[in-house]
């Protein structure tokens, strides 16, 4: 029955308590709630409530009952061992005045799981009946204290859900605007008519003064207007101190609002609020919001407005940016980069542009040899060919391809059997001939002597063709040189047919270099320029040469036309050989290097231009 009676006595003293709290809040509310505990629990000398901070996280005390308490430092000490432990904690204190035991009973103020305030009192200590009465109503009577706590964040977290809302639905219709200046007008409209002003200004800052661009009841507006000059003063004054301006202010702290209190004293007293406006980390402008002095901006709106003009700063500037002419916007590009490039930082880009320019300045003033590099292969200036002179059979043959000879030296020997037989025949006719002229001479017969005569120099004829068929069966080599094709080492005994080439000979010393030159730079050659030739076999090894020829002689290859241009080889080695290829760069003078580089797509961008326009 005593236990009924004590829920009964709570439920009625809650109630009691609830009516007298519910229309309270803040620090009211807590002076309130404490008294109301301290007055029902008897023996008690002194209660402190004590909150955590939202803004820096330190518990304060918020109510002190009756207004002092003893032993501070140790109920300091208290607090901190609750806030540590997390937990209900109960002391013994001596007071030094009055010479009595007391106790300090501390609990915790938990808001779900987070520990969001301690509440302290003292007690008579003599009575253990007083501290489980005062642990009892002080457990019932702390859920008042968290459920204000709890109402007070979820309040806050509304508003704050609110505010995005309301900021995010500003910040959507600004963004379906498609221009700057509709996007602008939207934004002060909008403003003016959440926020219940009177007139909304947006400024931006320009060649480092602050301009007004929109008024929110006005499309057209004349810029020498008295109230627009002061408007422009109040955002200048907000942007320079980068803060946010209030007008009317309970404490500046050292705010300056001179033009503030000039715009609102001109137009008969005004509650103004500038808000700056930042994109990327500058300011690029301000919003100013004027509504009648007897509706000051509260400390959430200002809020507000804060959270909503951040949002469409960046949408605005970057509408702003998007429509200025082409013009304008590579002038302030280029403004941009100069000052980047002459300011303070961007050690890079300073050190790419140096580069840049050291480049530049080698390449319009630097020279070189201007080259032309072509494919070039080696070639004998004179080649002899050994034929067969007559129809017969390959008896002995001392050299093949590749071997050197001297002048005489023996290449091929025919068989001459049939010949020598031959020569016996005719040289037996020619006496057989002799003497029958002697006797025809002899008789003095005159007709036979001429009939003879006339055998006897075709006998001679005969002979002479026999041995000089005789001699040319043994060929030689006509000079020094080397056997460039030909080898008759597999045909001993075979037949050869009159006019086959049997070898080809050709001198060491009398080369001739021939140059593929692409057609595009065929005029670029002249008879008498000098190159220097680098053949594959002998990368190490330069040869000087000068050009000779230019034959009309064209070869196609993969697309392209190349002209044949001879030149002739200065000096020579025996270690050269006819048909090495190499490299073959003819000298064309000096010229500027940026010349000698681009040649070729200049070359090809004006076929291009000439094959597309002329």
């Not at 609110?162 to 007008?185: G, I, Y």
């Not at 008024?215 to 980068?242: P, W, Y």
């Not at 000079?479 to 070898?503: A, H, N, T, Y």
Request: glycine share 6%; hydrophobic share 40%.
């Amino acid at each position: 029955m005593q236990i009924i009676k004590n829920k009964q006595a709570g439920q009625s003293t809650g109630s009691q308590a609830g009516q007298t709290l519910s229309g309270l809040q803040g620090e009211a509310f807590y002076l309130q709630w404490l008294t109301r505990q301290c007055e029902q629990i008897t023996g008690i000398h002194a209660g402190l409530l004590a909150i955590k901070s939202p803004e820096h996280g330190i518990f304060q005390p918020v109510a002190i009952w009756p207004g002092v308490m003893p032993e501070i430092e140790i109920v300091s000490e208290l607090i901190e061992q609750v806030i540590e432990d997390q937990a209900p904690l109960v002391t013994h204190l001596n007071d030094r005045d009055v010479g009595e035991p007391l106790l300090a009973i501390a609990h915790p103020v938990m808001v779900k799981t987070s520990l969001e305030g301690v509440a302290v009192l003292i007690l008579d200590g003599r009575r253990d009946s007083v501290l489980q009465a005062a642990m009892q109503q002080l457990q019932w009577g702390i859920s008042w204290v968290e459920l204000s706590l709890l109402r007070e964040t979820l309040d806050t977290k509304h508003d704050e859900q609110q505010r995005l809302s309301t900021a995010v639905d500003l910040l959507t219709k600004v963004l379906a605007e498609p221009h700057f200046d509709a996007a602008a007008m939207r934004l002060v409209s909008e403003l003016s008519v959440v926020m219940q002003c009177d007139l909304v200004s947006l400024g931006f800052v320009r060649n480092g003064s602050v301009t007004v661009c929109h008024l929110s009841h006005s499309a057209q507006f004349t810029k020498r207007m008295n109230l627009v000059r002061c408007i422009e003063s109040a955002m200048e004054e907000a942007v320079d101190q980068g803060r946010m301006v209030s007008l009317p202010v309970e404490s500046t702290d050292g705010l300056i609002v001179i033009a503030h209190q000039s715009l609102a004293k001109q137009h008969q007293g005004e509650s103004i609020l500038t808000v700056p406006l930042y994109h990327d980390g500058q300011c690029v402008g301000a919003i100013t919001l004027q509504r009648s002095e007897d509706k000051p901006f509260s400390n959430a709106e200002a809020i507000y407005c804060e959270s909503a003009t951040a949002l469409a700063a960046t949408a605005l500037e970057e509408k702003r940016l998007n429509d200025r002419p082409l013009w304008r916007k590579a002038l302030e590009s280029g403004k941009e980069q100069l000052s980047r490039l002459l300011g303070p930082g961007y050690l890079g880009r300073k050190l790419a542009t140096f580069v840049s320019v050291v480049c530049l300045l080698f390449l319009a003033f630097a020279t070189g040899d201007n080259r032309l590099s072509t494919e070039a292969a080696l070639t004998t200036v004179l080649q002899r060919v050994v034929v067969a002179p007559y129809d017969g059979y390959v008896r002995d043959t001392t050299v093949r391809a590749g071997d050197e000879v001297q002048e005489g030296e023996l290449l091929v020997a025919l068989d001459d059997r049939d010949l020598q037989l031959e020569k016996l025949r005719w040289r037996s006719h020619q006496n057989k001939l002799s003497r029958q002229y002697q006797e025809a001479t002899a008789e003095h017969d005159r007709a036979r002597v001429n009939i003879i005569a006339a055998q006897l120099d075709q006998a001679r004829a005969q002979l002479n063709l026999v041995e000089s068929q005789i001699e040319r069966s043994r060929q030689t080599a006509p000079f020094d040189g080397l056997v460039i094709s030909g080898d008759l080492s597999q045909r001993l005994g075979g037949p050869v047919g009159k006019g086959e080439v049997l070898f080809e000979v050709s001198p060491l010393d009398a080369y001739r270099v021939d140059l593929k030159v692409p057609e595009s730079r065929i005029a670029d050659v002249v008879l008498g320029q000098t190159g220097t030739l680098h053949l594959s076999a002998l990368p190490d090894e330069p040869y000087t040469f000068v050009v000779d020829k230019i034959t009309p002689k064209t070869l196609s290859e993969d697309g392209a036309t190349w002209f044949i241009v001879e030149a002739r080889l200065q000096d020579g080695e025996v270690q050269l050989r006819p048909g090495m290829e190499g490299i073959g760069k003819v000298y064309l003078g000096e010229d500027r290097l940026v010349n000698i580089w681009t040649r070729d797509l200049i070359a090809w961008i004006r076929l291009k231009l000439w094959m597309w326009w002329a």
